[in-house]
């Protein structure tokens, strides 16, 4: 069973931002200033030149392109661990079957031998017998 393939639909400027009187703005980046003090780390045009003056962003288109690429990546990985799972399960499968040959193998042999066995058993009592009859009531034709 394979994995469905991951879809992201996931698009950064899709998010209108949180801070007040900028709802209807979307999304543009993300501060990555380390000095930043402020919580929210979205940004809006307006949140650059209001909150985030000066500090470190990356674009919101740059994040999704990072985002792709490691969705694709992903993915790449996905299908090899599918292709490796279901070999796995190929060999698994040839090991059972030899192994089920080999037990049937094995009791056919274990069957015969004790069918012999038990054959050659009845063949020397038969013959025990024939010559405790014989010893105890022998015959009239050899008188």
């Given at each position: 069973m394979n994995a469905p393939p991951?879809?992201?639909?996931?698009?950064l400027n899709n998010i209108n931002c949180f801070e007040e009187n900028h709802q209807n703005n979307p999304i543009v980046g993300i501060c990555i200033e380390q000095t930043c003090n402020i919580e929210n780390k979205f940004m809006c045009l307006d949140?650059?030149?209001?909150?985030?003056n000066g500090h470190f962003g990356i674009k919101s288109k740059e994040i999704?392109?990072?985002?792709?690429?490691?969705?694709?990546?992903?993915?790449?990985?996905?299908?090899?661990?599918?292709?490796?799972y279901n070999e796995f399960k190929k060999m698994?499968?040839?090991?059972?079957?030899?192994?089920k040959i080999k037990m049937n193998k094995y009791i056919e042999e274990l069957y015969n031998n004790i069918i012999k066995t038990v054959n050659e058993n009845i063949k020397l009592n038969e013959g025990n017998l024939n010559k405790i009859i014989e010893e105890y009531f022998p015959s009239k034709n050899k008188e």
């Amino acid at each position: 069973m394979n994995a469905p393939p991951i879809i992201n639909d996931f698009k950064l400027n899709n998010i209108n931002c949180f801070e007040e009187n900028h709802q209807n703005n979307p999304i543009v980046g993300i501060c990555i200033e380390q000095t930043c003090n402020i919580e929210n780390k979205f940004m809006c045009l307006d949140c650059i030149f209001d909150k985030h003056n000066g500090h470190f962003g990356i674009k919101s288109k740059e994040i999704e392109e990072i985002d792709n690429k490691d969705l694709k990546e992903n993915n790449n990985l996905i299908e090899t661990l599918n292709q490796k799972y279901n070999e796995f399960k190929k060999m698994l499968r040839n090991k059972i079957d030899e192994f089920k040959i080999k037990m049937n193998k094995y009791i056919e042999e274990l069957y015969n031998n004790i069918i012999k066995t038990v054959n050659e058993n009845i063949k020397l009592n038969e013959g025990n017998l024939n010559k405790i009859i014989e010893e105890y009531f022998p015959s009239k034709n050899k008188e």
